[in-house]
């Protein structure tokens, strides 16, 4: 089954037919490990189109990591076909079509926060004025405004993976991979920066592939929401996540965000029934 | 010789602190301690093994004589079998700060000499130990064809190649400084290469994936990322490196015949039975030694402090 994850959410804003940005058709990734082979993803079928908002859940170790490093030429899949803007991943990658936040925050010790923010533009070669403005613009939106100078061991776990995102923002990617990038923090910025991405995302048009384990963080960023599972990891369901698209936080509370709430939960047991 | 209890300590890239800052961390106390406790030794040592000397000596001239006497004797010997640390002092005292540097005879002439040829030796082991470590990893072949042979020139001694060594350099008209600094540079460039090898490939799979997602070319991963990434175990291995181009140095001076440096000074020592002489080389070797060490920590504590590698 194919399942197509449209941006059509009923807002007016798309007229002409979405373009995919992510095709991906019976997908299969096996990992050749010492004792036994892991079958970490089981034909997998997704479309990820312009523009969409779209969040991976589902249990620890299902293959959500797994699948965002192959949609980034991380990692090379051993049966199915992938197509990334239209090109194969390794082209894609090469164009740096793409900015990826890791799980961990990977910064470079020697780096100030400042340095580690500009890597990927001195990479890229961008002038030195440019490379600042877009470090002090993107670490002013993930508000570390005045840690430019510390190096990464002066700043706490939260506030590194803060770093990584900005780091991953000043690329200025047309497609962004986030990997659990708010994981690490309290609640209070998770919602802040729950906003700000959210407005990023409407204003920029952006698409955002997201990982997280929070349902109610998955149900209030995304336009489509893909449920999965481990052993093997496959996707169990999609889940159409039409609220509109500039949402406030408290709609957290309205009985729309609860019933998408609830499905996604009830996805989840699906998922985990045979496990325990 | 020395160095050994150095290379321990330098071995492990996040070794911190030491030098001044040993000093107050209340250290001084425990070491003065040990100091005088060797101190101790040295000196019944000393009477122990110089007293057969005297005492046949004594009775050969039928000279009156008691257990005073042959102590008093035992630290003043002219050719001690060991001398007592004061005649030492007193020998470093005359050779070091009594004559002129320019002076053949005075031990700073001499150290001089040995140094020059082991910065020299440093130097050049330093950039064949970097430039073998990139070769290393960046080509594969390279990896499986050189290593072996880095491994195998170190299993050759040292003593038995540096008289050739020698001996081809001086009918190429090399002669001095240079063949003593390939020597110092053939035993110093090995800690440099493992070092660096190590260093080079320090950095793990996430960070390397993060080059990956900007699509970096080779040049800017290892610029970016590896040299970065080395620094620490290259610090490490410098001051391994350092302490064992020294002794390169001196060993360089051995075969030579030659007439200027430590090594001159104790192979004339030894060949004039100048004991005292031979010891306040040893000494002035090991506190330059140390004091080369010292310098490789300072400048890695600027550099590591630099970049930021915490404190
Ligand atoms: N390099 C690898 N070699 C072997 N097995 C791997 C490798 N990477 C992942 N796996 C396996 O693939 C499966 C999926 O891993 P993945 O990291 O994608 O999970 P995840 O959904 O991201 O989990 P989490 O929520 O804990 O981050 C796991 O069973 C894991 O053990
Ligand atoms: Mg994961």
Not at chain 1, 3 to 32: C, H, W, Y
Not at chain 2, 18 to 46: D, E, H, M, N
């Amino acid at each position: 089954m194919h399942r197509a994850v449209g941006s059509d959410d009923g807002t007016g804003v798309v007229t002409a037919p979405a373009k995919p940005v992510i095709e991906i058709e019976k997908l299969n990734l096996v990992f050749q490990t010492p004792d036994a082979p892991v079958h970490a993803l089981s034909d997998v079928d997704l479309t990820v189109n312009a523009g969409d908002f779209v969040s991976f859940i589902g249990p620890s170790g299902c293959g959500k990591t797994t699948l965002m490093r192959v949609i980034a030429d991380l990692e090379t899949p051993t049966g199915g076909h992938i197509s990334v803007n239209g090109m194969t991943p390794r082209e894609a990658r090469e164009q740096r079509a793409y900015g990826y936040v890791f799980q961990a925050p990977a910064l470079y010790p020697w780096r100030t926060v400042r340095k580690n923010v500009m890597l990927p533009l001195e990479i890229m070669g961008l002038d030195k004025a440019e490379q600042e403005r877009r470090a002090r613009d993107n670490l002013a939106l993930v508000n570390l405004e005045g840690f430019e100078k510390k190096f990464p061991w002066q700043l706490s776990g939260g506030m590194q993976q803060r770093v990584s995102i900005a780091r991953a923002l000043s690329v200025e990617p047309d497609l962004l991979l986030m990997d659990e990038p708010f994981g690490a923090l309290d609640e209070i910025t998770r919602d802040h920066l729950n906003e700000q991405l959210l407005r990023l995302w409407d204003q920029t048009g952006k698409t955002v592939i997201f990982v997280t384990h929070s349902i109610p963080e998955s149900v209030f960023l995304s336009s489509k929401i893909v449920v999965m599972s481990p052993r093997p990891g496959k996707i169990m369901d999609v889940i159409d996540c039409d609220l509109p698209r500039d949402r406030k936080l408290d709609i957290r509370e309205t009985p729309e965000f609860l019933a998408i709430a609830h499905r996604v939960r009830e996805g989840l047991r699906a998922g985990h029934s045979y496990d325990d | 010789m020395r160095g050994i209890p150095m290379m321990t300590e330098a071995v492990l890239p996040a070794s911190s602190g030491g030098g001044w800052s040993r000093l107050y961390q209340g250290k001084t106390i425990p070491v003065l301690t040990v100091l005088l406790f060797l101190c101790a030794i040295w000196y019944a040592g000393a009477v122990y093994l110089n007293s057969s000397v005297l005492i046949s000596g004594y009775e050969r001239n039928n000279v009156e004589w008691d257990a005073g006497r042959l102590v008093s004797d035992a630290w003043a010997m002219e050719r001690p079998i060991l001398p007592a640390p004061h005649q030492i002092a007193e020998e470093i005292n005359k050779t070091v700060f009594q004559k002129k540097i320019t002076s053949k005879r005075s031990l700073v002439y001499h150290a001089w000499v040995t140094t020059s040829a082991t910065l020299l030796g440093f130097a050049f082991g330093a950039l064949l130990g970097i430039m073998l470590a990139v070769g290393i990893v960046h080509v594969q072949t390279l990896d499986r064809s050189l290593m072996p042979w880095v491994i195998a020139s170190q299993t050759i001694p040292i003593l038995a190649i540096a008289p050739m060594i020698i001996v081809v350099l001086g009918n190429m008209g090399l002669t001095g400084t240079i063949p003593k600094s390939i020597i110092s540079m053939y035993l110093c460039f090995f800690p440099i290469t493992i070092g660096m090898v190590k260093g080079l490939r320090s950095p793990d799979v996430l960070q390397l994936d993060l080059m990956r997602t900007y699509s970096a070319s080779t040049a800017q991963v290892f610029w970016k990322l590896r040299v970065p990434a080395s620094v620490p175990f290259l610090f490490a291995s410098l001051k391994v490196a350092i302490a064992i181009s020294l002794v390169g140095a001196i060993v360089g001076e051995l075969p030579t015949g030659a007439v200027a440096g430590i090594g001159a000074r104790l192979l004339a020592g030894s060949y004039y039975g100048q004991t005292i002489q031979i010891w306040s080389a040893l000494i002035v070797a090991s506190v330059l030694g140390m004091l080369l060490v010292f310098l490789v920590s300072v400048i890695e504590r600027l550099v590591m402090k630099k970049m930021g590698y915490g404190t």
